[in-house]
């Protein structure tokens, strides 16, 4: 079966200081892997997907870039973070399939803290 | 544009039948999902509407029409730990889901 693992669990960072959060999916080959971002109390935030190694688009102007070095691995990266990039970080990965779109399966995320 | 309705909040007895909607304007579709989020953990996957009609698993079923851009999520015998959040997700032809701002839905005894 499949398994998506997503860490650290938490992170207490600085501002101005980098950030790396990476994501690894087991269990399956060529996923769709997306990153999300949910702020206290709102919705999901869609920050980059990936359909394969080295193919990155960005939904939202940001600090943030994101970097997909094997097939199966989806790396979130700052150079300097900000008040404003604290949150709920969330990867996930979907199936490829040739007609209807498969779920989301969500990792179990990342909270940080930016102080 | 994409745009997903639910409402935000929704209170039910413990033991009772709930319905939480969903409509949905997209360019395209490929598929509705909803998703079950405790407080402070990750969305989970529920349930999976691609045709028309209703999807049942276990305790929780999901009903979709296309042609109105409609869906719900109908949950019965009610726990305490079915206090969660709802989402609500398209996929509009694209390999990037639209999600709902979710339903916070609170079990009480």
């Known amino acids: 079966s499949q398994t998506i693992h997503q860490w650290p669990a938490t992170l207490v960072q600085p501002v101005g200081s980098p950030l790396s959060l990476e994501c690894t999916v087991e269990?399956?080959?060529?996923?769709?892997l997306y990153w999300y971002r949910q702020a206290a109390g709102r919705g999901l935030q869609l920050l980059f997907y990936?359909?394969?190694?080295?193919?990155i688009s960005s939904e939202v102007p940001q600090n943030l870039s994101a970097s997909r070095p094997q097939d199966r691995q989806f790396i979130l990266s700052s150079k300097k973070l900000l008040l404003s990039d604290s949150g709920f970080y969330l990867c996930?990965?979907?199936?490829?399939?040739?007609?209807?779109?498969?779920?989301?399966?969500f990792g179990n995320g990342t909270r940080l803290t930016v102080t | 544009g994409q745009n997903i309705d639910q409402p935000t909040e929704m209170t039910a007895t413990e033991g009772a039948i709930v319905q939480i909607n969903c409509t949905y304007q997209?360019?395209?579709?490929?598929?509705l999902f909803w998703y079950q989020q405790h407080a402070g953990e990750a969305p989970t996957f529920l349930s999976y509407?691609?045709?028309?009609g209703l999807e049942e698993k276990g305790r929780f079923s999901s009903f979709l029409s296309r042609s109105k851009g409609y869906s719900y999520l109908l949950l019965k015998e009610l726990q305490m730990k079915d206090s969660a959040s709802y989402l609500c997700a398209v996929f509009g032809g694209s390999y990037i889901p639209t999600f709902g701002r979710g339903t916070s839905l609170i079990v009480h005894p």
């Open positions: 996930a990965w979907s199936a490829k399939t040739s007609s209807y779109n498969s779920p989301l399966h």
């Open positions: 997209t360019s395209g579709f490929n598929g």
């Open positions: 509407n691609v045709l028309d």
């Open positions: 269990g399956t080959s060529n996923p769709n």
């Open positions: 990936s359909v394969g190694i080295g193919q």
